[in-house]
């Protein structure tokens, strides 16, 4: 094991412990030395990592301490690019901005990838000029749980007008769904994004329901294996 990586490792058994850990302990999960075990953290204490203990004693991370940004391995840095690339699928504009932004970041600091590539076909992205309903504009929905009020057409192109309580998306390979439970319904639905014309963020809030609200749809929808589209 490098050294970089065996810290790494250190600080993220550290930050996951309910407990001091001792030197010990550490070195059998790591299958080191004790003696190397306790050169690492002394290492990591001069970076100023936030350890605390002493030997014998076991040591703790201090609350509230975060790893440095695509502090990652090779393959989680090319899991990361593949990743980021799908996004040109679903359709989310934003999140296509944003998975650009992160891209950039993560060449900065590691070579470049271009022999990596994901196809584009995806759904249709969500072109405001086009008379798109942005998914942003959903996620933020969900994201301060507020009401929706849109315009919803049908597969047999039967125009409806709709109060939505957000309570999650579903990203498909061909499409995007909004889930919510529909005042006009009394329940759960599935609304496709694309079929969404007219969408108007409201003041309403939900959010003393919303936890609840969530759970009792991914309870009662399974949307995982049999959702489909309202």
């Known amino acids: 094991m490098r050294r970089s990586t065996r810290l790494f490792e250190i600080i993220q058994i550290l930050r996951a412990a309910t407990a001091p850990i001792t030197a010990e302990d550490l070195a059998a999960r790591l299958e080191i030395s004790a003696r190397t075990v306790y050169r690492d953290i002394a290492a ?6 936030p350890i605390e203990g002493a030997a014998g004693l076991g040591y703790v991370m201090r609350g509230g301490y975060d790893l440095p940004p695509l502090n990652f391995d ?3 840095v090319e899991a990361l690019r593949v990743g ?3 996004l040109v699928r679903t359709g989310d504009s934003a999140l296509q901005q944003a998975a650009e932004r992160v891209c950039a970041k993560i060449d900065a600091l590691h070579d470049p990838a271009d022999w990596l590539r994901v196809a584009p076909w995806g ?3 969500d ?3 086009q008379g798109c309903t942005p998914i942003a ?3 933020q929905a969900v994201r301060e749980a507020r009401k929706l009020s849109v315009e919803y057409r049908s597969v047999n192109d039967v125009q409806t007008m709709r109060v939505l309580r957000p309570v999650g998306l579903i990203y498909h390979l061909d499409c995007t769904m909004l889930a919510a439970w529909c005042e006009l319904r009394q329940g759960f639905r599935h609304f496709r994004t694309d079929r969404i014309w007219a969408c108007d963020l409201l ?6 329901q919303a936890a609840a609200l969530r759970q009792l749809w991914q309870d009662q929808s399974r949307w995982d294996e049999a959702a489909t589209p309202n």
């Open 137 to 139: 504009l959903l996620r």
């Open 44 to 49: 990591l204490q001069a970076m100023r990592t």
């Open 123 to 125: 759904a249709p992205a």
């Open 203 to 208: 003041s309403d809030s939900f959010a003393p």
């Open 127 to 129: 072109d405001p000029g």
């Open 84 to 86: 980021l690339s799908m």
């Open 74 to 76: 090779q393959e989680e």
